[in-house]
Structures are given as C-alpha cells and as structure tokens.
C-alpha cells in the first residue's frame, strides 16, 4: 500500500466519526480525466478532508515553507503535494499542475491561498483561473462548511462542473475566471449552511 492510500485510509478512519463528515455532491467529480476541485480553505485540515470525501487522488498546492523540515516535505511529496511558493508568480508550480492536469490526474486547489478563520468565503487569487483557462480540466467547486469541532457536523459540498468553455474561447482574465468559481463556491456555502 503507498503512503497516500495509507494516509487517506488513516484520515478516514479519524475525521469522519470525530468530525461526522457528510458529503454532498460527490456524483458531480469526473471518474476520469483532468479536474480541478477548486475548495474555500478554513483549516489546515482541509487538504486531508477534500482528499477522503471524493474517489480520486489528488494533488495539492502547498506553502513551500511547509517543504523546509526534510521529514514533513518528505511526507507531503509522498502524498501529492508540491511546493509553492506565496506571494510571487511561481513559475515551477504552474507547469507542475499543468502537468499533472495534462496526465489526466486531479488538482485540488484553495484559490484564497490562505485560511479564512470566519469561515466565510473570501476573494480567490488568479492562480484558479491560470490553471483553468490553460487546460482542458473539469472545474469542480466545492464548500467546506465547518467549523471543525469534534463530534459536530462537517459538510463538504461538491457543485456541478463549472462550463469553462466561454471563458476560454473570450480569452477571459485569470482573475474573472477564479471569481467566478469563488462564486459558485459562495452559492454551495449558502444553500447548504
């Protein structure tokens, strides 16, 4: 077994009882191809939670600093993370996800690029909308509607497939296309709070 099924086992087995996960939507994840599953970020235990809720196996975007403690970088490259780095335009990160999308793989991404504590939904970075306008990936929205307290209900709700068709043939900006995904994220968090 390799460390990210073993690790996604693990997770299971703790956060859904301690957290009572109820997924909603998980129908709407592509069994195959490339998709980006695009989540509003309220926990540093948000990653592992996007990660067991739906079937496939996801790369993540991580902080390049979390990269530094060689036994810590050495586990996340293990389960699909890869270093980014904040504040900057990456360029190593940006062909590393179109890469993975180009294999047909999953990308997971937090378009915020930081927690918001309040829980609420807040501005996404243009890095969303890079990435879908350069490839041909499903763009999956999804909610995590926290807080994350033991033994009280934790929602994480997938959308339906944002059509990027328009968006690319206008040659939309990054940044319209991440607000608008931010939007759908904000309507799932609504309906389903």
Do not use: W
Not at 2 to 28: D, H, Q, T, W
């Amino acid at each position: 077994m390799n460390l990210y099924k073993l690790g996604k086992a693990l997770c299971s087995v703790i956060f859904y009882p301690m957290y009572r996960i109820k997924v909603i939507g998980r129908e709407n994840i592509p069994a195959k191809g490339p998709v980006i599953i695009c989540s509003n970020h309220i926990s540093n235990v948000d990653p592992p939670v996007v990660g067991i809720t739906n079937n496939r196996n996801i790369y993540f975007l991580a902080k390049e600093e979390l990269f530094e403690n060689p036994i810590i970088g050495g586990i996340l490259k293990r389960v699909h993370a890869f270093p980014i780095k904040r504040g900057m335009r990456d360029r190593n990160a940006l062909r590393k996800g179109l890469e993975i999308l180009k294999k047909g793989n999953a990308l997971g991404l937090f378009p915020e690029g930081s927690r918001q504590k309040s829980g609420e939904v807040g501005k996404g970075l243009a890095g969303a909308g890079f990435f879908a306008l350069r490839s041909e990936a499903y763009i999956v929205p999804c909610a995590i509607i926290g807080p994350y307290r033991k033994f009280k209900q934790l929602k994480v709700v997938y959308g339906e497939p944002i059509d990027m068709s328009q968006y690319r043939e206008e040659k939309a900006s990054a940044q319209v296309v991440t607000d608008r995904i931010m939007e759908e994220i904000r309507q799932l968090h609504k309906i389903h709070q």
